[in-house]
C-alpha cells in the first residue's frame, strides 16, 4: 500500500519542503530509503525500525521503499524519522487513511524508544510550507509553539510516536494557539528586556558618544584600550542602541535563529543579536561554510552586531575573509548544487588592546617597545581596518567613578539614533545606499557639502594629519551623520572637528 | 692615519677574541702589538698568559691582509685611534679601565669640549622623551655637547635634543661602528656621524651582544664631564652608567619623578642617595664651570605660546604625559565636541600631539 506525507529539508537558512513517499509490498523482505541522504538520514532506518517496535507495533516481513523527493535536494538532518515512520504505519494501514486526504507536514527525529526529540528551523518551515499550501502540522511539542505566529494553520506538538498515531487515527490533540505577533511586537517594545543599559556606564563619555554616532550612520566601529575598561561592557550594549527592528527584520532574525536552533524557547526573538566570536574561530565559523553550508556566526549576527575582541589576535585569513560581506551584507557560498547565500548585514564593532600586555601608555604597567607596540597594532589586518570609519580609546575607569550612577539610558540614545536614521533614509531615498557609510567617493559633493571655513579645516587637517583619501572621505562621512545627530543640514567645523578625534589611523 | 704607524695596532684588534681586558694584559707583557706580532710561538707559550686557543688565535691572525683590512675601513669612512695615538681623546687616559682603542665614524669629541652624558629606560614614557629632548636641547644651546649609546628610548631623545640645538652629539655603542643597532635609528645614526660620532671599542662587523652593553656605558661616563639619569627603573642597565660615574668622580644629575611610577624609582633613588636634582639644562652648567650666559640661553623664556582664552582652558590642563580625552573633558568642563574642536585645532597649530589614540600632550 502507498502512502505520503511531507517533511522538510534544511538547505542552508532556508527549509525546503520534501515528499515522503512510503510502499509496501510482498517481495522479499527489505527496508529500502532513495533520494540523495546523507548518513543521518540514511541512519534513521535503524531508528525508526526501533521506534516502530517500542511503540507497540510489529514490523512485518515484506518489502518497504521510502522515496524523498525532489530528488535533487539534498536531504539532510533527522526531521525524516517521524514522516517516515508515519508513512509506513499508513501503508501497512496502521494509521486511518483518510487523514491523508489533506496534505500534512510531519517533521521530527525519534529516539529508539520511540520519543519525538526537539528540532530546529520550524519558523522557516511553516513558512515555506504554507506558500505551497500545506496547512497542518505535526511537529515536536518542544517546539510547537515557535510557528505559533503563523496565522490561519494548525499545529500539533507530539511527544512519541504514539501520540502521533493516536491522533492521525481520530484522537485529540490541541493545536498551537496563534499569537497575534503584530500585538506581541507592540507589548513587547514596552517592557524592554535587553542585555545591560548603557546607563550602568560611568564616565567612558567619548567612547559612549562615539558609539552613538557609529550606530546612528551605521559605522563600524573599532575601540581600543586596556583590559577592564569595558570594551565589551560597551559593545554589548550597542545592540540595545541600533533602532528597534521592525516586524520584517524580527521575521528575519528569528528564521535565521530558529534554523540555528538559537531561539531559547521563544516565539519571536524581538531584540537585534549580539554575536562574540572567540579570536580562535575560523573562517569557516565566522562567515559560514562547509560541503552542506551553514551559516556562520557573521549571518547569526545578521541586523544586529557581530563583536570581535581581541582583533589583533584573530588570524589574517579570518578577518580578511569578513571583508566581502562587510562590503555586501550577505554570504555567498557556490556549491556544485549551485548557490547559498546568507544575510549577514552587521554592525561591526571591534576592539583590540594597545599593545601585547594591554596597558600601553602606561609605562607603570606595560614594559612593550615603541615598535612592539606598532607591531602589535599593526598586526590587524589592512582591509578590515579600511572599512571601520570610527576608532576611539576606552579609558580605564577610576574606581571613583564605579560606584557612581551613569548617565543616559539606551532608550534616550537610541531615540536620537532613530532621528539621525529617518535623516538619511529621507536623504537617500533615490539611492541605491541607505547610510552614511555607504555614500561613495563619487556623491561626497552631493551629500556632504562644505561651506569655505569647513574645507579650509578639512585642507588643513589632510596636511597635518598626513590623511589618506581614504581617511578623509571617512572623515567626511562620520561628520555628516554628527551633523544628522544635531539636526544640522549642512556640516560644520565642530562636526568635522569631532570626526576627527575619531579617525582610525593608529600608528 | 696612517697605516704603516698603526698597523700592528689594528691587527691586535682583529685577533679574535682580544677584548679590552685581554689586551690590556697582552700589553703588560709586551711593549707593544708590534712585539706581540713578530712573537714566535715559543716566546707567546712562555709568557704564560695564553691559552692555546688564544695562541691559536694570534697565529691565525697573523695571516690577515692587513692592508686589505685597512682599506675596507675607509671605504666604510671609519677611523681608528689607539692609546699613545695623537687623536686618542685625553679624557679617558685618566681611567685605568680605559678603551685601548676606538673605531669611530664622525669626529671625536676635543679634549676641552664640555660634554654631558645622558642616559635613560628604553621603554620609557611619553614624559620622559620629552624632557630628555628639552634638557638635551637647553644644553645645547649653552654649547654642550650630549654623549650617549644610541639606544631606544632615552638615548635616542637626548641625541636628537642635541641635534636641534645645532650642537655636537656623540654615540658610544655595544657593537660595531658600522652597524646601526637599533636599526630604526638610521637617520638618527646618520645625523650624528655628521655633528659628532659613533664609537665603540668593538672591531667592526660586531654583533650587538647584551654583554658589551654595560662596557659601552663606562666609556659614556668617562667622556662625560656630568652624567644624567632620565627615567630609570630600578637595577635598570642605565644605573650601570652612574655607578661607573660615581667611580670616576663625575657628577651625577637625576631627573625626579612621582613616587610610584616605576620609570621614576631609579631616578628618586639616585636622588635620596645624593645625586643633584635635575628639572632643567642650565642645572648642570655649574658642575662643568660654566656660569655665564645663563640669562639670554634660556630657552623658557622665548616659548611662551600665545593662545585665545578657549584654547588656553584646554591647553593648560595638558603637558608632557599625554592625558586620556575624557579626563581633559572632565577637567575643563567642555562639551566633547568642544574639547574635539579644541584639540583639533591646537594639533594643527602643531601645539598638541596625539601619540597615542585619544591621548594628548604638549609638544614640547
Ligand atoms: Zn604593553
Not at chain 1, 494557539?177 to 513587547?188: A, C, I, L, P, Q
Not at chain 1, 567613578?401 to 539614533?417: A, H, T, W
Not at chain 1, 561628520?479 to 569631532?498: F, G, M, N, Q, V
Not at chain 2, 682599506?71 to 687623536?87: D, P, Q
Request: glycine share 8%; net charge negative.
Amino acid at each position: 500500500m502507498y502512502s505520503k506525507v511531507y517533511s522538510t529539508a534544511l538547505r542552508g537558512v532556508s527549509m525546503e519542503i520534501v515528499s515522503v513517499e512510503t510502499d509496501v509490498s510482498d517481495g522479499l523482505p527489505s527496508f529500502e530509503m532513495v533520494g540523495l541522504l546523507n548518513s543521518e538520514v540514511r541512519e534513521a532506518k535503524e531508528r525508526v525500525r526501533s521506534a516502530i517496535k517500542n511503540t507497540g507495533y510489529l514490523l512485518p516481513p515484506k518489502r518497504i521503499t521510502v522515496s524523498l523527493s525532489p530528488a535533487d535536494i539534498r536531504k539532510e538532518g533527522s526531521y525524516f524519522d517521524l514522516p517516515i515512520a508515519v508513512g509506513i504505519l499508513g501503508s501497512l494501514g496502521l494509521i486511518n487513511l483518510k487523514y491523508y486526504e489533506e496534505d500534512i507536514l510531519i517533521a521530527g527525529e525519534l529516539s529508539l524508544s520511540g520519543e519525538v526529540l526537539s528540532m530546529n528551523g520550524v519558523l522557516p518551515m511553516i513558512l515555506a510550507a504554507r506558500e505551497k499550501g500545506i496547512r497542518r502540522f505535526i511537529i515536536p511539542k518542544k517546539n510547537a509553539h515557535e510557528g505559533a505566529i503563523v496565522d490561519d494553520i494548525e499545529i500539533y506538538g507530539v511527544n512519541n510516536l504514539r501520540e502521533v498515531v493516536d491522533f492521525l487515527n481520530g484522537g485529540q490533540i490541541k493545536a498551537v494557539e496563534y499569537v497575534d505577533f503584530e500585538k506581541m511586537y507592540e507589548e513587547y517594545f514596552d517592557g524592554e528586556d535587553r542585555d545591560g543599559d548603557f546607563s550602568e556606564i560611568n564616565g567612558q563619555e567619548v567612547v559612549k558618544r562615539a558609539a552613538e554616532v557609529a550606530v546612528a550612520g551605521m559605522h563600524h566601529l573599532l575601540l581600543v584600550g586596556s583590559p577592564g575598561s569595558g570594551k565589551s561592557m560597551i559593545a554589548k550594549r550597542i545592540a540595545g542602541i541600533l533602532p528597534k527592528p521592525d516586524m520584517e527584520e524580527c521575521m528575519e532574525i528569528t528564521k535565521i535563529h530558529s534554523i540555528a536552533g538559537k531561539l531559547d524557547g521563544k516565539a519571536v526573538k524581538m531584540t537585534r543579536p549580539f554575536r562574540a566570536p572567540h579570536h580562535t574561530t575560523t573562517d569557516r565559523a565566522l562567515i559560514g561554510g562547509g560541503n552542506n553550508p551553514k551559516p556562520g556566526e557573521i549571518t547569526l549576527a545578521h541586523k544586529g552586531v557581530l563583536f570581535l575582541d581581541e582583533l589583533a589576535e584573530f588570524k589574517r585569513d579570518v578577518i580578511d575573509a569578513l571583508r566581502q560581506p562587510l562590503e555586501d551584507g550577505y554570504v555567498s557560498i557556490s556549491r556544485v548544487g549551485g548557490a547559498y547565500v546568507f544575510p549577514a548585514n552587521v554592525m561591526l564593532v571591534a576592539a583590540t588592546n594597545p599593545c601585547k600586555c594591554g596597558y600601553y601608555p602606561d609605562r607603570n604597567r606595560c614594559n612593550c617597545s615603541e615598535i612592539q607596540v606598532k607591531n602589535y597594532i599593526g598586526k590587524i589586518s589592512g582591509p578590515i581596518l579600511d572599512r571601520i570609519d570610527i576608532c576611539v580609546n576606552t579609558p580605564s575607569v577610576a574606581m571613583e567613578e564605579l560606584g557612581r550612577k551613569g548617565g543616559e539610558s539606551s532608550k534616550d540614545i537610541r531615540e536620537r539614533v532613530e532621528h539621525a536614521r529617518k535623516c538619511q533614509i529621507e536623504r537617500y531615498k533615490n539611492e541605491k545606499y541607505k547610510f552614511n557609510s555607504e555614500i561613495p567617493s563619487s556623491h561626497m559633493e552631493k551629500y556632504c557639502y562644505l561651506g569655505v571655513e569647513e574645507k579650509k579645516l578639512m585642507d588643513m587637517a589632510y596636511n597635518t594629519f598626513g590623511l589618506s583619501v581614504r581617511a578623509y572621505y571617512k572623515i567626511l562621512r562620520v561628520a555628516r551623520t554628527i551633523a544628522d545627530l544635531e539636526d544640522e543640514e549642512y556640516i560644520k567645523e565642530s562636526h568635522i572637528a569631532e570626526a576627527i578625534g575619531y579617525r582610525t589611523e593608529l600608528i | 692615519m696612517d697605516f704603516e704607524k698603526d698597523k700592528y695596532w689594528l691587527w691586535m684588534t682583529h685577533v679574535k677574541e682580544m677584548w679590552t681586558g685581554k689586551a690590556r694584559k697582552v700589553l703588560n707583557s709586551f711593549d707593544s702589538p708590534e712585539e706581540l706580532y713578530m712573537a714566535k710561538q715559543q716566546e707567546l707559550e712562555k709568557t704564560g698568559i695564553f691559552t692555546d686557543a688564544d695562541i691559536y688565535n694570534i697565529m691565525a691572525a697573523k695571516q690577515m691582509d692587513m692592508e686589505n683590512v685597512w682599506h675596507n675601513l675607509s671605504k666604510k669612512n671609519i677611523r681608528f685611534t689607539h692609546v699613545g695615538h695623537s687623536g686618542y681623546p685625553e679624557k679617558l687616559l685618566l681611567y685605568g679601565d680605559k678603551p685601548l682603542w676606538l673605531f669611530y665614524k664622525g669626529t671625536l669629541p676635543g679634549n676641552e669640549e664640555k660634554l654631558a652624558g645622558m642616559v635613560g629606560a628604553r621603554n620609557c614614557s611619553r614624559y620622559g622623551v620629552a624632557m630628555a629632548e628639552k634638557i638635551s636641547r637647553q644644553l645645547g644651546g649653552y654649547g654642550v655637547g650630549v654623549i650617549s649609546g644610541m639606544a631606544r628610548g632615552i638615548d635616542a631623545a637626548a641625541h636628537r635634543g642635541a641635534l636641534q640645538a645645532g650642537a655636537k652629539t656623540y654615540a658610544v655603542l655595544g657593537c660595531g661602528v658600522d652597524i646601526c643597532y637599533p636599526r630604526e635609528n638610521i637617520e638618527l645614526y646618520m645625523e650624528i656621524v655628521a655633528h659628532g660620532s659613533v664609537m665603540s671599542e668593538y672591531v667592526p662587523g660586531t654583533e650587538p651582544l647584551s654583554w658589551q652593553f654595560p662596557e659601552r656605558n663606562r666609556i659614556i661616563s668617562m667622556l662625560s664631564d656630568v652624567v644624567a639619569v632620565v627615567e630609570a627603573k630600578k637595577n635598570s642597565g642605565s644605573l650601570i652608567t652612574t655607578d661607573y660615574a660615581l667611580q670616576y668622580g663625575k657628577e651625577i644629575y637625576a631627573l625626579p619623578g612621582r613616587v610610584g611610577d616605576e620609570l621614576s624609582c631609579g631616578c628618586n633613588e639616585l636622588i635620596k642617595s645624593g645625586a643633584s636634582l635635575l628639572t632643567e639644562g642650565a642645572d648642570m652648567l655649574y658642575a662643568m664651570g660654566i656660569f655665564d650666559n645663563l640669562e639670554e640661553n634660556n630657552e623658557k623664556n622665548n616659548c611662551k605660546i600665545i593662545l585665545e582664552k578657549e584654547n588656553e582652558v584646554v591647553y593648560s590642563c595638558l603637558d608632557l604625559l599625554p592625558k586620556n580625552i575624557d579626563d581633559i573633558i572632565k577637567k575643563t568642563g567642555k562639551t566633547s565636541s568642544e574639547v574635539f574642536g579644541i584639540l583639533t585645532q591646537l594639533m594643527m597649530k602643531g601645539f598638541v600631539v596625539e601619540p597615542v589614540k585619544n591621548h594628548y600632550a604638549r609638544r614640547k
